[in-house]
């Protein structure tokens, strides 16, 4: 790398931006904010002594995971004062994205910054604890400790059954067809007795402020929402995996756009996960 021109740094930076989003997002729940971090992290690396960097991705992931770090200290400030429940912005995926699913994502969120780096480090891109040891400053045995503490954490949040990615649209695209045309025969087949319902409004769009729990409520706010439908068009944009879940976009009565991930366990819907803070949508426009 000794030498290397400006052009040619900007060149080497491109084709890992992909992989350098997953590890921002993943550590932030936020696309915006990941969207900063890499533009903070490109202008360090155009800026910065580049001659004795051996390997741009190793020293670049670093780069973007130490400003991650910085960046959780204000979001955990912001967070606490956030209107409702928070969901991580919604990403839309043609294939199912298994390493982590919006469960897991909101599992992350409990954790320590320095765990969360040491998880999705080693647990989720699969490096060795020597490298997330240079990546966030601690030694390796510190870096052992955090991982297995986190993956303590959220065990529960992972995947406790496959589902087929087939199925796990088609059943999508019946939620929205139940949901929209008042079919409250069809969706209530489709839930799980401890079905549950986590709306993001942010404050801005109308949503529950909090977790509405158990089959009876669900189907109550079914029933509701079936004669907003009636009233208020509601229409399937795109049906895809949202955050690793199925899921769709649709286009709302107001013209917002608004995401729905479903949970599905054992064949039925375990959790409902909505989003319709605008702030959150906008990267879908």
């Known amino acids: 790398m000794a030498g290397i021109s400006r052009e040619d740094a900007a060149a080497s930076f491109d084709p890992l931006r992909p992989k350098l989003m997953r590890v921002a997002y993943r550590m932030l729940g936020s696309v915006a904010d990941a969207e900063d971090v890499l533009q903070e992290a490109f202008i360090r690396w155009m800026g910065g002594d580049r001659s004795d960097v051996r ?26 004062t956030y209107v409702g429940p928070w969901l991580p912005d919604p990403v839309l995926e043609e294939e199912e994205e298994e390493d982590v699913t919006l469960p897991l994502m909101l599992a992350l969120e409990r954790l320590s910054p320095l765990e969360r780096a040491a998880f999705l480090l080693h647990d989720v891109f699969g490096l060795g604890f020597e490298e997330v040891a240079a990546t966030i400053k601690r030694d390796p045995a510190a870096c052992r400790r955090l991982a297995a503490r986190a993956r ?39 839930l799980a007795a401890d079905v549950s319902v986590h709306a993001d409004g942010g404050g801005k769009r109308s949503a529950a402020m909090q977790p ?35 899921g769709f976009i649709t286009l709302e009565a107001d013209g917002e756009l608004q995401t729905t991930a479903l949970e599905i366990e054992d064949g039925k819907v375990a959790a409902i996960y909505v989003v319709r803070n605008p702030d959150k949508l906008r990267h879908l426009h």
């Open 152 to 190: 303590s954490h959220v065990r529960e949040a992972r995947p406790r059954f496959q589902v087929d990615k087939q199925r796990g649209l088609e059943l999508a695209k019946a939620f929205f067809a139940a949901s929209r045309s008042g079919d409250m025969k069809a969706l209530s087949a489709m």
């Open 212 to 246: 509405i729990v158990g089959f009876d409520a669900v189907m109550k706010i079914h029933e509701y929402l079936a004669a907003h439908f009636r009233k208020n068009d509601s229409k399937l944009v795109r049906a895809g995996f949202v955050n690793g879940l199925p």
């Open 55 to 80: 390997e741009p991705e190793a020293f670049l992931r670093r780069t973007v995971m130490r400003l991650c770090l910085d960046q959780l200290k204000s979001a955990k400030r912001r967070r606490e």
